[in-house]
C-alpha cells in the first residue's frame, strides 16, 4: 500500500493529477472516504489532468458523468445511492467499462463484487486539520500491479509523512 498525505484541497487535486498521468484506457479508480473526505476534489484534480475543462461535479443524483473532451473519456460514477450492488450493473457498468475511457467512482468499495479483480483503489482519510487527508492507494490485480513503481515515484511529494512532518 502506498500511502501519502495532503494539507489542502489544491494538494488533493494535485496528488490526483499524478495518478490521472499514468491511467490507461479501460482503468478503474475507486474512490473510498467519510463524507467530506476529498472524493470529488480528487476527481477534479484528475479530470483536469486529463483536460476536462468543464467543471466537474459529484454525480450524486444522475449516478454517472461522462466527460470526453480529456485524452481519455472519463467515466465518474457516484454510487453512494445505490441500494443493491446488483444496481451497478443495471446502470451499465459494464458497458462504460468497456467503453476505452477511465473509469472512476466515488462510494466504490461497495461495488467491489462486481468489478474485474483490477482495479487502484484509493481511501481517503481525513487529518487533523480540516485541509489535511491520508490517502491510502492500493493496486489491486496486475494492470496497476506493474505500475506500482511509477506511481511511488509520481507521488513522491505527499509520502511518508504528514503535513507537520511525522510519520
Keep these: 500500500m502506498i500511502v501519502a498525505f495532503t494539507d ?5 487535486r494535485q496528488v490526483a493529477a499524478a495518478v490521472a498521468e499514468l491511467v ?10 467519510d463524507l467530506g473526505a476529498g472524493k470529488t476534489a480528487f476527481a477534479q484534480g484528475f479530470g483536469a489532468e486529463l483536460g476536462i475543462t468543464e467543471p466537474i ?10 466527460y470526453d473532451e480529456g485524452r481519455l473519456l472519463l467515466n465518474h460514477l457516484d454510487v453512494y445511492r445505490l441500494e443493491q450492488v446488483d444496481e451497478a ?5 459494464a458497458e462504460l467499462l468497456d467503453d476505452g475511457g477511465v473509469t472512476l467512482i466515488e462510494w466504490g468499495d461497495t461495488i467491489i463484487p ?11 482519510h481525513l487529518g487533523e486539520t480540516d485541509d489535511e487527508r ?4 492500493e493496486c489491486v490485480g496486475p494492470r496497476w500491479a506493474a505500475r506500482t513503481r511509477a506511481l511511488q515515484t509520481g507521488l513522491g511529494p505527499w509520502l511518508g509523512t504528514t503535513p507537520d512532518g511525522s510519520l
Design 57 to 66: 461535479t459529484s454525480p450524486t443524483y444522475v449516478l454517472v458523468h461522462t
Design 89 to 93: 450493473l443495471d446502470i451499465g457498468l
Design 134 to 137: 491520508r490517502l491510502e492507494i
Design 8 to 12: 489542502s484541497v489544491q494538494a488533493t
Design 24 to 33: 490507461r484506457p479501460g482503468d478503474i479508480i475507486l474512490l473510498t472516504g
Design 114 to 124: 462486481v468489478l474485474a479483480a483490477d482495479y487502484l483503489e484509493i481511501r481517503l
